[in-house]
């Protein structure tokens, strides 16, 4: 069943039923029904009491996929799709029907925006500042503001990624598949994001016949300054992933160079002694050869070239 509820200044009221709402909303009152989208009736029981066209009707019954913004001259239909903080990567739609007396919402999951609105407004206070353009704008603040907990939340995953690959934890593939991933849900959270564009310009146009008025056209101009901001935190957090592949690529040049490091060592150590045992083992009669303790000397000779080699490296800090 749909809630509703008026607002008029310090008195808040919650409807039964629809039929128990004014017949003319005027002053400082504000009607917000929030739409039951389990059954279609109900979408259009609402859309026959405030005359929807079709397509918002459609829309407050099941929202497309996309955003969309209509002005459709008695009132502006809004479509916006935030991220989900519980579920990352999935988007909330949520459906904002508004006039200058009243708010229609849709939506599937709960909102923690709509929730905390009506914890707010329905507490003690003057509510009397209430009004269409109002809700709209705290609604759109909150979309915002979940794009901007969302990449929050992505640039400290890759903090935690970045730590993880300087102190040399982690496997290649599976560090560069997680990277992938956090790449292509940025992508898709900016592309998500970038959709409200058209929506917040045209609030910004004092023309728009439901909510024109110059103190709205303010409230929508902060807000596209603040989109600005939003979609800037997406680059950054692109670029962060970015660069957290180049930590990557830096531990696995660093993991590259110990090991070329560990068989220079070992080159360097064994060289002599076969150069060494090349020379004494050539087939000419010498008489060097007669004295077989010599033998024994220039094995000790090989032996004694790995101590003083590592030695010697140990010095230079080359291990």
């Known amino acids: 069943m749909s809630t509703a509820t008026l607002f008029d200044r310090d008195r808040v009221q919650h409807l039964e039923d629809l039929v ?49 913004f209509n002005d459709c001259g008695r009132y502006i239909h809004v479509t916006t799709y935030a991220p989900d903080e519980d579920q990352e990567g999935e988007l909330i739609a949520l459906e904002c029907v508004v006039s200058e007396h009243w708010v229609l919402t849709g939506h599937d999951r709960p909102i923690p925006v709509l929730e905390e609105f009506s914890e707010r407004v329905s507490g003690s206070g003057d509510t009397g500042s209430l009004d269409g353009p109002g809700f709209l704008a705290a609604l759109l603040e909150w979309v915002l503001g979940s794009y901007s907990a969302a990449f929050e939340r992505i640039e400290q995953r890759l903090e935690e990624s970045d730590v993880q690959a300087m102190r040399g934890d982690g496997e290649a593939k599976r560090d560069i598949e997680r990277l992938i991933k956090m790449r292509t849900e940025v992508g898709n959270l900016r592309r998500a994001l970038t959709a409200h564009r058209s929506a917040l310009v045209s609030l910004t146009h004092p023309e728009l016949e439901a909510l024109g008025d110059h103190d709205s056209g303010r409230q929508f101009q902060s807000l596209l300054q603040r989109f600005e901001a939003t979609v800037q935190e997406a ?85």
């Open 20 to 68: 128990d709402r004014p017949r003319r909303l005027r002053g400082s009152q504000l009607l917000w029904i929030d739409v039951d989208r389990a059954t279609e009736e109900d979408a259009e029981r609402i859309g026959d009491a405030f005359g929807l066209d079709a397509g918002t009707r459609a829309c407050l019954a099941s929202s497309e996929g996309r955003a969309i």
């Open 235 to 319: 680059r950054d957090a692109r670029e962060a992933i970015v660069g957290s592949f180049d930590v990557l690529i830096a531990r696995d040049g660093h993991r590259t160079n110990q090991i070329m490091k560990v068989l220079t060592l070992t080159s360097v150590i064994l060289l002599p002694g076969a150069l060494l045992a090349g020379v004494m083992g050539m087939n000419f009669k010498v008489g060097l050869f007669d004295e077989a303790r010599l033998f024994w000397l220039v094995v000790a000779v090989i032996v004694l070239i790995a101590p003083i080699t590592i030695g010697a490296a140990k010095r230079r800090n080359w291990i």
